[in-house]
């Protein structure tokens, strides 16, 4: 039998730990061009928030009743398609499921030869290549800058940090809490941390970014990023980093309060999303493999076990609970 | 005798009316490298507020008891100076009266044989330099663009809007009031023009600019931007404009309320000052002059007469009531 973890209906808020069902479906037989996948490992991201909501978005939302939207990656364990024999491995939206059929065209091939599987759903996927993108598109850290990451511990984030530390910049992360700050420096080798949950963030910096900030990777908004742009250097950067708008609600996030920084420092704020660069996927994927086959890049990853452990996982984004990419191993679902 | 205009005290707010105070003394003998400059103009700029306060910025403030600091034109009519002759005409910081001494650094030559003098502080001086640069180098409209620009019947707004339309975008302007907004359309030949006092700016936007907006030059920040931010297209980019950080009060400056836009539609926000830009003024100076020559460009300016009108003069300029560059002739005092 099949396990499945579908949406009930639309939550109202981010709560949304009541709005879940199990199901235990049979699979139909496949058609012609289809393969059925036996799935190992799906992703848990703020960006689901923005799939069980009726508001217009840049993908349609997950319909209450359907199996809930997620990226995953599996193994091919029957096939109609010349494109896949079975044994391969793919990844893609594969849902919250154990086991399911797709359309050929629906997943891509993944070589797990030289990585484990889930890589490709933290360092190898979308996480790393918008850390990727963000930090090295847009933000091109400098060996003269002072850099600072916000949620540096988190998936993207930690990412980000790594990069821009391997390009030379001096880069200070924020976390929340000792254990994710003694992470940052004696793990991730970065420059300095500053616990925003410890005291005040605006004296923090100044302690640790006296001379100011160059570069900012924003994961958060905020309080946090009026206290940033108090400290922007001239013709300094924001990257205003894709995952931030997935976090929250968004008629209720606000612009920094240092708005007129921008003009007196002529700073400059860049949005993005991964949209903007799919096509260029293949040049991140050789960057992050490298970096991860050299020891150079490490890739957090927070793990769960069992679809049943889906309904909180989703509340741990929002609370922070999670510390790396959170992932659901559902192997044991089988 | 020479008259003056001198700042009593730093005002507490916008309001400035009691804070100046009018003398008239005479000039000591020229020392070496000086000259004496009979001033013709003076320019009314949003700028001074900055100049009027001591908190720090990024010129030093005009201290009580000191001539007010303004930018002019005027003549040399006696010289110490191997650089300057008599008849030689000059531009620079003269500040409000109607004839002193400077050394011969402190004022730059400037030919009024082809143009009035008083260009040089509208059209083809900071003005027209501030909409050059924010327009062409940040902005870069495309034919292809839908063009936003605000305070567009103001002294940088009229000037940014024309270079954008000569570059071929559609391009849309925001004033205040029906004759305002006629000018825009009829005298500058802007596709349309939003009234923002005649009813909802989000409702005349999307009459104006159905298909969204592709390059927002931003005079004014607050409600104005939070509307346009809204219907930014894919890829947008904003021009945060160096004159909207000196118009009242930076404390209270807040943030566009569509941040999160920044990030789903990929925005960029850029600021700039002229400081940015003062290695290349030659080049906004050529193309402003031949635009001016050619006649395809048009400077307004809004004259006063006499000194004795500075203190209401600065206040129409946070009222809005000045339509054009807000200069002041004062060949009458001498």
Same mark, same amino acid.
């Given at each position: 039998?099949?396990?499945?973890?579908?949406?009930?209906?639309?939550?109202?808020?981010?709560?949304?730990?009541?709005?879940?069902?199990?199901?235990?479906?049979?699979?139909?037989?496949?058609?012609?061009?289809?393969?059925?996948?036996?799935?190992?490992?799906?992703?848990?991201?703020?960006?689901?928030?923005?799939?069980?909501?009726?508001?217009?978005?840049?993908?349609?939302?997950?319909?209450?009743?359907?199996?809930?939207?997620?990226?995953?990656?599996?193994?091919?364990?029957?096939?109609?398609?010349?494109?896949?024999?079975?044994?391969?491995?793919?990844?893609?939206?594969?849902?919250?499921?154990?086991?399911?059929?797709?359309?050929?065209?629906?997943?891509?091939?993944?070589?797990?030869?030289?990585?484990?599987?889930?890589?490709?759903?933290?360092?190898?996927?979308?996480?790393?290549?918008?850390?990727?993108?963000?930090?090295?598109?847009?933000?091109?850290?400098?060996?003269?800058?002072?850099?600072?990451?916000?949620?540096?511990?988190?998936?993207?984030?930690?990412?980000?940090?790594?990069?821009?530390?391997?390009?030379?910049?001096?880069?200070?992360?924020?976390?929340?809490?000792?254990?994710?700050?003694?992470?940052?420096?004696?793990?991730?080798?970065?420059?300095?941390?500053?616990?925003?949950?410890? =005291? /005040? !963030?605006?004296?923090?910096? @100044?302690? #640790?970014?006296?001379? %100011?900030?160059?570069? +900012?990777?924003?994961? *958060?908004?905020?309080?946090?990023?009026?206290?940033?742009?108090?400290?922007?250097?001239?013709?300094?950067?924001?990257?205003?980093? =894709? /995952? !931030?708008?997935?976090?929250? @609600?968004? #008629?209720?996030?606000? %612009?920094?309060?240092? +708005?007129?920084?921008? *003009?007196?420092?002529?700073?400059?704020?860049?949005?993005?999303?991964?949209?903007?660069?799919?096509?260029?996927?293949?040049?991140?994927?050789?960057?992050?493999?490298?970096?991860?086959?050299?020891?150079?890049?490490?890739?957090?990853?927070?793990?769960?076990?069992?679809?049943?452990?889906?309904?909180?996982?989703?509340?741990?984004?929002?609370?922070?609970?999670?510390?790396?990419?959170?992932?659901?191993?559902?192997?044991?679902?089988?």
């Amino acid at each position: 039998m099949v396990k499945q973890v579908r949406l009930i209906d639309y939550p109202a808020g981010r709560a949304a730990r009541d709005f879940w069902s199990f199901s235990g479906d049979a699979l139909p037989a496949l058609d012609e061009n289809q393969i059925k996948v036996r799935i190992d490992w799906v992703s848990v991201d703020p960006g689901m928030s923005g799939w069980i909501t009726d508001k217009p978005s840049y993908m349609p939302p997950v319909k209450p009743g359907e199996v809930m939207r997620a990226f995953g990656v599996g193994e091919v364990v029957e096939t109609r398609s010349e494109r896949f024999k079975v044994g391969d491995w793919v990844t893609g939206f594969l849902g919250l499921q154990t086991e399911a059929i797709f359309a050929e065209k629906a997943v891509r091939k993944i070589d797990v030869g030289q990585v484990p599987p889930q890589l490709f759903l933290s360092g190898l996927g979308m996480t790393g290549y918008t850390a990727y993108f963000g930090m090295m598109d847009i933000g091109q850290p400098q060996e003269s800058d002072t850099v600072v990451v916000s949620a540096a511990s988190g998936a993207v984030g930690g990412i980000a940090a790594q990069l821009a530390k391997q390009a030379g910049a001096r880069v200070v992360g924020i976390a929340g809490g000792p254990i994710k700050c003694a992470y940052l420096t004696d793990e991730l080798g970065l420059d300095a941390a500053i616990d925003y949950k410890a =005291g /005040s !963030i605006g004296a923090a910096l @100044d302690a #640790a970014v006296p001379a %100011g900030i160059d570069l +900012y990777f924003d994961n *958060v908004g905020g309080e946090i990023l009026d206290a940033v742009l108090d400290r922007m250097n001239y013709r300094g950067r924001i990257v205003v980093c =894709g /995952s !931030i708008s997935q976090y929250g @609600d968004f #008629a209720a996030a606000r %612009g920094p309060a240092g +708005y007129m920084r921008v *003009v007196t420092h002529s700073l400059k704020m860049q949005g993005f999303t991964m949209r903007d660069y799919m096509h260029r996927v293949p040049e991140a994927f050789e960057t992050l493999a490298q970096g991860y086959a050299s020891g150079s890049l490490k890739f957090r990853e927070h793990v769960l076990e069992g679809l049943e452990t889906f309904p909180d996982a989703y509340e741990m984004l929002f609370d922070g609970r999670n510390h790396g990419k959170l992932l659901i191993d559902i192997r044991g679902d089988h």
